[in-house]
């Protein structure tokens, strides 16, 4: 079985990504700069579909 | 049955045969991976709640008047020191510290690093957190030193009839 470990790359740097979003999105919330809790938000929600679509190409691929 | 392992090469009806230790496909790069969309959808889901109560405040919801909250006497508070109170809910602790004849200035001290209640030194002229050292200069509430970025949120006071009123929470664009 060849391995391939550029999704799992992928995948670590969309939970890093996740990581960095989420604490934007609590500071800008406190901040009371409410427009940008909302932005985090939606990029940290954005990541799930794209975090499952690399799981589903590299399963294709395999 | 017992022939079964003597044929060349024997039926294989399953996987398993060459797993040598417990849990040994328990992670691997497959069940790894999975795990990480898991957290990715952990996290969205859980960006939902910030995304609500921003939205909330965004339509004005949050924007609530509070009655006026006395503190306490005119009297009562000589320069100087410090009176703890609660504003705008019983668990809002805040403090508010005399600076002058006529000088107030109120803060809700819950430290803006982890929310430690944060306190009035006199003879420091500084408000300090005990919990990581964090220091609020009192004539702004923001922070001079340690981990805290954000400035203490301002409660407004107003004087009337020889005592000290709680008006509202001051937000910070404003
Ligand atoms: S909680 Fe106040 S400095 Fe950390």
Not at chain 1, 16 to 36: D, R
Not at chain 2, 93 to 113: M, P, W
Request: include cysteine; charged fraction near 25%; glycine fraction near 6%.
């Amino acid at each position: 079985m060849k391995r391939n470990y550029i999704s799992v790359a992928l995948l670590c740097g969309i939970l890093l990504l996740n990581i960095v979003f989420t604490q934007f999105m609590v500071h800008q919330y406190f901040y009371e700069n409410y427009v940008n809790t909302l932005i985090f938000m939606s990029l940290n929600i954005i990541l799930f579909p794209i975090a499952w679509l690399v799981y589903k190409r590299d399963r294709r691929k395999a | 049955m017992t022939d079964k392992n003597n044929r060349i090469p024997f039926d294989e009806d399953n996987y398993t045969h060459n797993i040598n230790r417990d849990n040994e496909r328990k992670l691997d790069r497959r069940g790894f991976m999975k795990t990480l969309v898991g957290a990715a959808g952990v996290f969205a889901v859980s960006s939902l709640p910030w995304g609500a109560v921003a939205a909330k405040e965004l339509l004005g919801l949050g924007n609530k008047e509070y009655p006026h909250q006395k503190i306490a006497d005119l009297n009562a508070v000589a320069i100087g020191d410090a009176v703890e109170f609660h504003f705008p809910g019983e668990h809002d602790s805040a403090l508010l510290i005399r600076l002058g004849d006529e000088k107030f200035v109120a803060y809700q001290n819950a430290c803006t690093h982890l929310r430690c209640p944060v306190f009035w030194v006199k003879d420091k002229n500084e408000m300090i957190c005990p919990c990581h050292h964090g220091k609020f200069d009192v004539e702004t509430g923001a922070p001079t030193a340690g981990p805290p970025r954000r400035p203490l949120p301002e409660i407004e006071v107003e004087v009337k009839d020889g005592a000290i009123f709680a008006v509202r929470v001051k937000r910070y664009e404003a």
